[in-house]
């Protein structure tokens, strides 16, 4: 069984940094690539950051060089660094792990930012 569990979520106030992780289990994530989504409140969830099995990370571009995106294949880790949260950033923050045929989501953790 696959399992993606999100942690490193929480409150934080505008300005402050959080560090997510995603521990997976039932996969090896060096076979993926890894992702994080987010999904503000009466919004559609987007792509914030992925990084390839081969470690090239892309960004979206409301990220503007805050967030960093890393692997730790040893721990079967993915981590999301986040640096200068701004309160639109506040959403449920998802890990996603893709390869040809298999696509899999973790259940979420939230992180809010207060001005």
């Known amino acids: 069984q696959v399992q993606l569990v999100e942690s490193g979520g929480g409150l934080v106030q505008a300005g402050g940094s959080l560090r997510l992780s995603c521990a997976a289990s039932g996969i090896i994530i060096s076979a993926y690539t890894m992702a994080w989504y987010r999904q503000a409140p009466g919004k559609q969830r987007e792509l914030v950051a992925q990084?390839?099995?081969?470690?090239?990370?892309n960004y979206a571009a409301f990220v503007n060089s805050r967030f960093t995106i890393s692997r730790d294949n040893a721990k079967n880790t993915v981590i999301l660094q986040m640096n200068s949260l701004k309160s639109e950033d506040t959403a449920v923050y998802y890990c996603?792990?893709?390869?040809?045929?298999?696509?899999?989501w973790g259940q979420g953790t939230q992180v809010t930012v207060s001005s």
């Open positions: 990084i390839t099995a081969g470690s090239s990370p």
């Open positions: 996603y792990a893709r390869r040809i045929g298999f696509t899999y």
